[in-house]
Structure formats: C-alpha cells, structure tokens
C-alpha cells in the first residue's frame, strides 16, 4: 500500500511537471506569435512605405515625360501637316505642269 501511495506521489509530479511544461511552452509559443505578428506588421510597413515611394517616382516620371511627351507628340504633328502639305502641292504643281493650261 506504502508503495502505490508513493508511486501515485511520483505520477501526480510528474503530471504537475508534465502541465508545467506544457504551460511554459503555450507561453512561448503566444510570444513567439506576437514576435512574429510584429515583425509582419513591421515589413508590410515597410512594403507600404516602398509602394508610396514609388508612387511619388512614378509621378515625378511622369511629370517630368509629359511635356516631353507633349512636345514629341506636337512635333510629330507638325511634320506630318507638312509632309502632307508638301505633297498636296507637288500634286498641285505635276497637275498643274501636265495639263500645260496652269501655265
């Protein structure tokens, strides 16, 4: 009897150590989760931040290449009011130089 009491001391300790155990890991895992919680917080911030950057870049680019843009665009109008300026008259002037009644 004396020797079941004590092996039934030794197994409540060992449960007792064994729920010790188990409570200290919970608590380490909960700190491990915040850690990491903050630290994903911490480089979404920073992937924000790196965003919002290139944002502000981008529209500086774009600033920047609109009136170039702008001014490419008109240029490349231009010719192309001359170029069909220039052959509308060189039409003119073999219509005009052909039918010999211009002259």
């Known amino acids: ?41 911490s480089k979404d911030e920073g992937v924000e931040e790196s965003r919002k950057g290139l944002l502000r870049q981008l529209r500086d680019l774009e600033q920047v290449s609109s009136p170039i843009i702008t001014t490419a665009l008109k240029s490349s109008v231009i010719n192309t009011q001359k170029s069909l300026i220039l052959d509308l008259l060189l039409d003119l002037f073999f219509v005009v130089c052909l039918d010999g009644d211009g002259l």
């Open 1 to 41: 009897m004396e020797e079941q009491k004590q092996q039934m001391e030794e197994l409540e300790d060992e449960l007792q150590a064994a729920e010790d155990a188990k409570l200290r890991l919970e608590v380490n895992l909960q700190a491990k989760i915040t850690q990491l919680e903050r630290e994903l917080q």
